[in-house]
Each structure stands twice: as C-alpha cells, then as structure tokens.
C-alpha cells in the first residue's frame, strides 16, 4: 500500500510539468497561426496600394490636365487685353503779329491699354507724348535729338452701372458732349481727374462729374462740377438732330492763381496781384444736325457758352459746317468754323491748345480738309485766321497752318 502510494506521488510529480509543456506548445502554437494571419493581411493591404503603370499614367495625365500651361494662362490674359493708339506728324507755320514766324515739326504718340475685368468692369491707361502739358501731347523735333518726354495720359475705370448708366473714376477722356467734337470749352486732348457719371438711353441723354483741378495744402480746393443734359432725334427725313445745355462750375478760381500756369491767365484777365479777376460758372447751350446732301453726309452745329461769374468779355460761340465725301479708295472731308472767344468766357487752360495761340481772347475762321486712306491712316490740314489779344489791349493778326499725317491702330 505504501509503495503504491510512493509510485501515485512520484506519477503526479512528473504529471504537472507534462501537461504545463502541453500547454505552451499549444500557445505557441496558436501564436504563429495568428502571425501568419496577420502577416497575410499586411500582404494583401500592400497589394491593393500598388498603382500600376496604367493607372499611374492616367492620374499623372489627368493631373497635366488639371494644370494649365503657362501658355495657356497667357492665352487666356491677352484675350482680355485691347492695345490701340496713334501717332500724328505735323508740319507747322505761325504767323503771330507780334512775333517773327515760325516753322516747325512736331509729333504726337499715344497708346492705351483696356481689359475688362468682368461683363461690366472696365480698367484702362494710357500713355502720351508731352510730357505734363495739359492739353497738347505734341512736341517739337529739333533739339539736338533729345528723347521726348512720355506722361501718366489716362488711368480710370468704367462701371457700366446698367444698359443705360455707367460710372467713372480716374483720370479719363472728357465724358460731356461737345457738338461736332468741337473745342471751344475743352480743348480735344485734355484729360480730366475725378468723378463722372454717364446716362445715355438712346433718346436722352446727361453727364454730370466732380473733376479735381487744383488740390491746395493750405487753401480750399477747385473743383469743376460738371452738370449736361442732352435729347437726341431722328427727324421725318432722316436727319439726326442732338440739342442740349451744360453748366460747369469751377470752385474757388476768383481771386486764385490761374489754372495749370501760374502767372499766366491764357487768355483770362488778372487781378494786380496775378489771380483771376472773375471765378467760372460757364452755361452751355449746344445743337448739332447731321443729314445728307446729295447722297454724302453733311453736319451743322453751334455752340455758345456765357460765364455769369464774369462782368465783362463773358460770352464765346462757335458754329461751322463740314461734308464728308466717300469713294472707293477712301473719303474726303472738307469743313469750315467760325469762333469767337472773349477773354472770360471759359477757363482758357482748358480751351483749343491752338486757336488764338491756346487762349481765350480770340476770334478768327478755320477751314479744314483731310483724306482718309484704307488701313487707318489720314492726311489732314487746318488754316486758322484770326485774331488775339483783344481784352488785353494788344489786339492782333494770328494765323496757323497745320499739315497733318495721322496713323491709327
């Protein structure tokens, strides 16, 4: 009984590390299964973010796709862009009364810019010969071929607000009607700063503006402020027939040094002290009739301005006629004006830079002819006969030819 006991104790001794040796071979055993699975899925997964050379192709393709080329973008901003201008040559005598006469050649180059920025945004500049001049971008040939001085000539925005109002801001093209393109308030190359707005519906029209003309540190500033309404019409025989009225009021110019030229009034009459002896409230009244004669067109207008801030020498008019002759090769316009200006009639820094030597204070005929040739480019003449000087006591002759080659793009 005992030895059986003795053998049971020993079996059971030697059973406990067996069955413990069972065990950790199962674990181990379970533990490289779950490896081998583990390790199965980390090989799928790998597989499945492979990208073959097809696929890899068409992403990269799709990517060249998404991305557009340097020449494209470039196609694309030209597309928005517009480039225009001109360049004229002109031949020119003046015979002033007072002085000896004078021959000389002078050109006049201008490019501008536009873009629009959306549907109803428009951005422009522009640049022109003449450096700071006001009115004239012309400048003379002959001094020692010196390079010729080029200015900041437009640089504004155009809101069209609807299809019949727009909105303008910068340094722009005159915004007001002038019958006939005519300058007997504005002279054709001047470039107001400031404000506009345009209405235009077809039948009626306006324009009204708030123009900075003399920004002052220490006194008050002058502003033009610029008021015009217009009515078009078609008349029973076809004739075109446009009449309206202006008022432009220039702020605190009594009493200031003269526009632009200190010093020198162009025209305007001083106070002893150099200022303006009258200030500006210039009204317009303006007609202009298009119609045709023996088949070619024909136009007529008049234009007449009164200040009624000046005592004296406060009225100007302008009236003139012009035909315009087509034919196969090009047209021919021929065209005469009559104008007469009184010293204070206007602001005479912004009249005619050429009638009457640039000012006020002048009267006299002008007789125009030009041809206009197939491609853009004209040749054009003007004779000015006339006088100057009349409200300043020194009345005299003035006269001025103008020979013109103009080229337009």
Sequence with gaps: MRR?????????????????QVDQAQEIAELREQIALLTDRLTQIEQSMVVSPEVRGEVEMGRIAATPSPLSISDSWTKKIRLSGDLRYRHEAVNDEAKSVRNRHRIRARANLTTNLTESLTVGIGLSTGGSANDSGNQTLGSGFSRKSIGMDLAYFDWKVSDTMSFMGGKMSNPFFRPAGYHLIYDSDIRPEGLAFKYNSGTFFGNASAFWVEERPDDPDSVLLGLQAGYRRILNNGANLIVGASYYKTSHTQRYAPIFTPGNGQGNQLDANGNYLFGFSEVELFSELEFDLGGESMSLFLDYVTNTDADVFNKGFAFGA??????????????YIYQDLEANAVVGAFTDSDFAGGTSDGSGHTLRAGYTFPGGWNLATRYIIGDRGRAAGNERDYNRLQADINFRY
């Design 4 to 20: 059986i006991l003795s053998i049971t104790i020993i079996l059971c001794c030697f059973s406990v590390p067996l069955y413990a």
């Design 322 to 335: 012009t035909y315009r002759l087509a034919s196969a090769l090009g047209g021919w316009a021929v065209g």
